[in-house]
């Protein structure tokens, strides 16, 4: 499943500064099964298929930045989140960008830490 966002609207749009060279394709965020894993990856498991078995690998969010909407999308590591099975593709890949912005805002770039409070006003949109 794949998201779509506020800043793939904007590329889309023209008014990014400095989108990637055409063609490309959009997307920052999905939501999938692990096929494959490169080399010195062990944190996630792969989908195998054989004859009279199969095993799905992990579930999983990734934020492969422009790519999401591939087929398929290689990902470092590092921008790939396990999902826990409750949770669906479609809202995980719907959710993984506004999280990650609301995050960075308050703790990274905003210092809320235990006993702060913060007041949001006028907020809309995903975040």
């Known amino acids: 499943n794949y998201g ?9 749009q023209g008014v990014i500064d400095s989108p990637p060279k055409t063609p490309f394709i ?3 965020e999905c939501a999938g099964e692990v096929e494959e894993v490169g080399e010195g990856v062990e944190d996630f498991k792969v989908n195998i298929s054989i004859p009279s078995y199969s095993f799905a690998g992990d579930r999983v969010v990734a934020l492969p930045e422009y790519r999401a909407w591939a ?3 290689a990902v470092p590591s590092r921008y790939v989140f396990k999902i826990p099975a409750d949770l669906s ?3 995980a890949a719907a959710m993984a960008m506004n999280y990650l912005v609301a995050y960075i805002l308050l703790f990274e770039l905003g210092g809320l830490t235990p006993g702060k409070s913060v007041l949001v006003h006028s907020a809309g949109g995903g975040v």
């Open 4 to 12: 779509l966002n506020f800043q793939d609207l904007m590329v889309r």
């Open 89 to 91: 593709y479609l809202d």
């Open 26 to 28: 959009l997307g920052f």
């Open 71 to 73: 087929e398929l999308a």
